[in-house]
């Protein structure tokens, strides 16, 4: 739990990190060529660059302007302003009180304006009420950088929202990089300079929320920078995880979110991360509507839908957690930890339920635990009585560890070169042994290169094992909870398998149409709705399989057409405003001869008529069956644009939601990834002695999906193919129905 209502971190959560030796980030981290430069854009007209501001001299400014310094007894412009003369101080730079109306503040001579000024400011702190009128002077004194405290703008409401536009327009004019509003001094804040190692860069939204992060510099982990970001009217989030990203002593970027400003700009700053191999970890706020709300309330910015966050997040390499002490354990351990040597993980505890509990976790997590080989399960029956299961959870019964027998287990699971991490769940504190088995662990792990993680779950905390040895160590990864040892562990070695292979959907986004946009392009209807038949064209313009069919405004036609089609034969009406169909009792199902046929166009026709609804004809359609019924969609997301979706099909798309969503550009591991995350994924492996489906084709289906919704994104407002019947393997996928919607 959090200690004070200042976000201040108890004992309870505190976590000692990895420090495998002292190293550069780019000595742990792969890293990858950016392709991408500025200018370069994709099919759509948007960037594929993520530009990199240079803010070292707002972090290290060489002179400093204090607009409304104050010293007067009692002001709140005092104290901030005090704060700022001691960081200047810290890091060197010289501070100049800016006052129209005072001659010194804290005995330093003061200007009455920026302007006035001898010498060029790198950064203005403004502690007024409106900063707008300031920022004309900014930029004539060509100020780089200011922050602003004040409040009232879009987290209010929509007159603030107003006010935050015109602050944000005069900002660009004067071409002036702002921090805030409605931020605070976090930015300014006294980091300990005698902590070695990679350091986590901060980033939050909401200053009290980095509290806990801030404080693991009390338990030894180093911190560089503090972004607390606030309303971002210009700098953003985005902006301090690409700057961030490419500074040699970020280990890792730990975020706290309310909300994005801009979709496509964090994940550009992802990829640049991604590429980087620089872990990016990041509580995001609104996964509820209730969340969404008070995120809003706060900051004034969109949160999106959280599912298309949530995947976005995963699709670039961003591990979203849920809390604060998940935030900093997280970050802490990617921040330290190297590169796993191997992707096994071994549990070894004194105590058979404490193993097998803690065994349980670890693999509901996804976390590997490989059984250990008839050998080396050998080899600790030397010092592990026989009847103790070694296999992984390995359990030594505790006396062991009290001598020197402790020591040969721990040696023996580190060799062995199909473990990468080695845990150890220590209950609770039970001298002599806990404390001989946490020396032991630290000791060890001064000899490996590999993890080494103990939980230690006294509530106590107090403890010299703990408070001593443990948290004394710089080689072991000290956990208070279970679960936060999981979570962590998890994410290490899902952040080194996925930058170890990452390639940037940006380098593979196409950079011009293909000739399927100019046949499409042709069958949109601005701020209307296609029928299915034309919605179908436009999959075949994509390459997209349609099963035969013809569209008829006759019965007599009808016939002709379904002899020509093949029986037997689906028919349905096809017009503009037609979304649900089936409901509407017009679709006609496995007809099998030209009584049929006319019977079923009759009746057609009989209900349009009845319902008065616009009709473009009937399609007399070929019946596909033997297959598994799919949904493949596009829909358009306030905050990333254009987003593909696809999930089980048919009435099971309302009833399961069993969906998975990408934002693209994406390629082909990405698509298939999406089919993984599904819970009814095995229906395309083959059930019951059923043959297994076309996966091929409808990745293929998913990749033109895309291509359309890259291509056509600012014409096409919606698209849903369902049902999308993919067929057994080999035979392909068809898209039985079609709805399209253009903007």
């Known amino acids: 739990m959090l200690g004070s209502t200042h976000g201040t971190l108890t004992s309870d959560l505190r976590a000692r990190v990895v420090a495998c030796g002292e190293h550069p980030r780019d000595a742990i981290h792969d890293t990858a060529s950016i392709t991408a430069t500025e200018g370069d854009i994709d099919v759509s007209g948007r960037s594929l660059y993520a530009p ?18 104050s010293d007067g007894e009692g002001r709140p412009n005092t104290g901030i302003t005090r704060q700022l003369i001691d960081w200047a ?76 536009r015109r602050l944000a327009a005069a900002v660009e ?66 902006d301090f995880i690409s700057y961030f990203a490419e500074r040699p002593e970020v280990g890792a970027i730990a975020c706290y979110v309310e909300g994005l400003k801009d979709g496509r700009s964090f994940l550009l700053a992802a990829d640049r991360a991604a590429r980087r191999g620089v872990p990016v970890v990041a ?47 997280t970050s802490a351990l990617l921040a330290r930890a190297r590169k796993p040597l191997a992707g096994g993980v071994a549990v070894y505890s004194i105590s058979g339920g404490t193993g097998a509990h803690f065994a349980d976790l670890a693999a509901a997590a996804g976390l590997p635990l490989p059984r250990l080989s008839e050998g080396k399960q050998s080899e600790l029956h030397q010092w592990i009585p026989e009847y103790l299961s070694v296999a992984n959870p390995i359990d030594n019964g505790g006396h062991p560890v009290g001598d020197w027998r402790g020591r040969k287990i721990i040696d023996a699971l580190l060799a062995d070169p199909g473990i990468g991490v080695l ?41 010299a094992a703990y408070r001593e040895t443990l948290l004394g160590s710089s080689r072991v990864a000290t956990f208070r909870t279970f679960g936060n040892c999981v979570t962590a562990v998890r994410a290490y070695l899902d952040h080194h398998r996925f930058t170890s292979g990452y390639r940037s959907p940006f380098d593979e986004a196409p950079r011009t149409p293909s000739p399927s946009f100019r046949k499409a392009q042709a069958l949109m209807r601005p701020g209307r709705q296609l029928s299915e038949h034309a919605a179908k064209q436009l999959l075949r313009a994509y390459g997209i399989r349609v099963p035969r069919e013809q569209l008829v405004t006759s019965a007599a036609a009808a016939v002709r ?183």
């Open 561 to 743: 057409a379904a002899a020509l089609v093949g029986y037997p034969v689906v028919m349905k009406a096809s017009g503009t405003r037609l979304a649900h169909k089936t409901e509407l009792g017009l679709v006609k199902v496995g007809l099998t001869s030209a009584s049929q046929v006319r019977d079923a166009y009759r009746e057609l026709t009989d209900t349009v008529r009845y319902e008065d609804i616009d009709l473009d004809g009937v399609l007399v359609c070929q019946m596909v069956e033997r297959g598994v019924e799919m949904v493949v969609g596009v829909a358009q997301d306030a905050l990333f644009g254009p987003t593909v979706t696809v999930g089980l099909g048919g009435v099971l798309v309302e009833v399961l939601r069993d969906t998975a969503v990408r934002v693209p550009p994406f390629g082909e591991g990405q698509a298939r990834a999406m089919l993984d995350e599904l819970r009814g994924r095995a229906l395309l492996d083959g059930v019951r002695g059923g043959p297994p489906m076309d996966v091929d084709a409808l990745v293929e289906v998913v990749l033109r999906v895309q291509r359309m919704a890259l291509e056509l994104g600012g014409e096409l407002s919606e698209l849903d193919v369902n049902p999308l019947m993919v067929l057994p393997r080999g035979q392909g996928a068809v898209a039985l129905d079609a709805l399209a919607v253009c903007r």
């Open 173 to 238: 004019r004067a071409g002036v990089r702002l921090l805030g509003p409605n931020t605070n001094l976090n930015a300014f804040e006294r980091f300990r300079d005698d902590l070695d190692g990679p350091a986590i860069a901060l980033i939050t939204q909401s200053g009290h929320q980095g509290r806990p992060v801030f404080t693991l510099q009390e338990l030894g982990v180093r911190l560089s920078h503090w972004a607390p970001t606030g309303n971002e009217a210009d700098l953003e989030t985005a």
């Open 423 to 463: 845990i150890c769940p220590i209950t609770g504190p039970f001298p002599p042994m806990s404390d001989r088995l946490a020396q032991d662990l630290v000791d060890a792990a001064e000899t490996t290169d590999k993890l080494v993680c103990v939980v230690w779950g006294s509530p106590l905390g107090t403890e």
């Open 283 to 329: 509580v995001k706020v609104g996964r509820t509507e209730t969340g969404a709300r008070t995120a809003a309330s706060h900051t004034g910015k969109l949160t999106g839908a959280d599912q298309v966050v949530d995947a976005a997040m995963r699709q670039y390499g961003v591990i979203r957690v849920d809390g604060l002490d998940e935030l900093q354990d």
């Open 89 to 164: 101080e810290r890091v060197g730079a010289r501070l100049h009180p800016v006052h129209p109306t005072r001659e010194t503040v804290f005995g330093l001579p003061c200007a009455a304006s920026v302007g006035a000024l001898s010498e060029q400011v790198d950064l203005a702190v403004l502690l007024v009420g409106d900063p707008l009128p300031v920022i004309g002077e900014l930029a004539e004194a060509k100020v780089p950088f200011a922050v602003a405290f004040a409040s009232g703008y879009a987290e209010t409401g929509e007159e603030g929202a107003q006010a935050q």
């Open 52 to 69: 990199v501001p240079d803010l070292d001299r707002f972090f290290r400014p060489r002179s400093i302007a204090v607009v409304g310094a």
